[in-house]
RNA sequence: CGGGGUGUAGUGCAGCGGUCUAACACGCAGCGUUCGGGACGCUGAAAUCGUGGGUUCAAAUCCCACCACCCCGACCA
């Protein structure tokens, strides 16, 4: 992509009114722009992380069994009524038609999936099934807050899985867990997986807790037995429930979870199957959730550094920022676009992923510091430097370390992902 | 939903009863010089001061209402 048809305008400043870093860098750089309060447009450099993180995901939600499908966002009054959450449902998003009706915008997909599904399920045969499923939700926050960790709209993955019994629930839960380490740290992320209260319906679930600042949760961390609890359901204690070792707190932002439903749904839509014997029993239901637009953010919170975002490599919107320095005299200046245009001929043939700064009317300095700002894991400079050394300059975006590298080896130290 | 705060060119902000014909910076347009860490000079365009009402000889500035946004808390499948 070259940068001088690309959409994108960085700013050097954003009102002070925005705390969280993620918020601020990602505006910056004009990953995205708000709309509203908790209401984002993704620009095309956020939502080419946008659309890596979904990748991941569904890597590893297929390698799993997951099947994707896209339900309805406006959902029937009916459905939600079934479950008693139109009135309990504290963030349910409420429109009504014109000509009457109302709808629920979906901030989960329980109610829509439940009933769907039992024109499917009627055996043990048909069991299990895993479904999941990517788009917006919506929740009508009373405060959103912190950018784009918590808003009105976002992005969420969402599975669920339906099985014969608890047990095979219970292994499912296990492989999901495993699985969203994966995809966690594929996203450049440390994720603890912390145990929390599931609510109403389940004893225990457990949610995956990025350690940040800008998070919203509390929990306990036991350093003799390892044990991570959320702060919610361990009341009034200083010592480990598990061991009597001391706690520590931390704050963190949640970026997954997953919960045993068990059968709290199939008994709203009286989803049942029958088993070996005949018999009719409940669905056993899994939900797992990922806030993707949550990550985005979670990502650069963790991410980051004075000058900007550091994309972890497998969700950097380009892997590499290319440019050439100019010099200003004319004959040295067509010869650094010559080569700098030719490596970027080459690296389009090979599918890699390449920003080229060609713009002619920014200074080399605005172009460096944007780089950084952008924050893709490589930079590759042609100067009249390195030009006369028949070389290129590597630098990691990370380490800050740069290397001359000889123009005859490019095929061999550029390859892509 | 309780408490606090803020709304002024595209952006970030100054001004807080008369000196406002609303300042500064970034950005934008034009011309020229630049080009290894957001270059410089000159010229120019761009604001019915969030909305509505009120007080006053006079309102961006004071008062009331509404709207929007931010922060703390409550809330958070």
Known sequence: MKASKFYFKTRKEV?????????????????????????YNFLPLGLRVIRKIEQIIREEMEAIGGQEILM????????????????????LFKVQSKYGSWFALAPTHEEVITPMVKNFIHSYKDLPLYLFHISDKFRDEPRSKSGILRGREFIMKDLYSFH??????????????????????????????????????????????VVTPAGEDLFYHCRSC?????????????????????????????VGNIFKLKDKYSQSFDLKFRDKNGESKNVMMGCYGIGISRLLGV???????????????????????????????????????????SLYEKMLKRGIEVFYDDRE?????????????????????????????????????????????????????????
């Not at 009102?15 to 209401?39: C, M, P, R, W």
């Not at 406006?74 to 009135?87: S, Y």
């Not at 380490?181 to 807790?209: D, K, M, P």
């Not at 991570?228 to 963190?252: A, H, M, S, V, W």
């Open 15 to 39: 009102s002070q009114d925005e705390a969280a870093i993620s918020a601020v860098l990602l505006t910056k750089a004009n990953f995205i722009e708000k709309l509203t309060s908790g209401v």
């Open 299 to 341: 990502i650069v919170e963790a991410n980051h550094d004075a000058n900007g975002i550091i994309w972890p490599p497998e969700v950097a919107p380009f892997e590499y920022h290319l440019m050439g320095l100019l010099k200003g005299a004319k004959k040295e200046d067509e010869a650094i676009k010559r080569q700098v245009e």
């Open 72 to 91: 309805a966002l406006l959902n029937p009054r009916k459905n939600w009524e079934q479950t008693g959450r139109w009135d309990t449902f504290n963030a």
């Open 164 to 209: 014969q019994d608890e047990k095979d629930l219970e292994k499912y839960y296990n492989r999901v867990k495993k699985a969203y380490q994966r995809i966690f740290r594929r996203c450049g992320l440390n994720a603890l997986v912390v145990e929390s209260s599931g609510g109403t319906f389940s004893r225990f679930s457990h949610e995956f807790q």
């Open 361 to 417: 009317n920014v200074s080399s300095g605005e172009k460096l510091v944007e780089a950084d700002l952008l924050g893709l894991p490589y930079r590759i400079i042609i100067s009249e430097k390195s030009l006369k050394n028949h070389s290129f300059e590597l630098k990691e975006r990370k380490s800050q370390k740069v290397k001359m590298i000889k123009l005859k080896d490019f095929d061999k130290i550029i390859k892509g992902r």
């Open 226 to 254: 390892n044990l991570y609890r959320n702060k919610e359901i361990i009341k009034n204690t200083k010592k480990c429930p598990q061991c009597g070792g001391p706690l520590k707190e931390l704050r963190g932002s949640e």
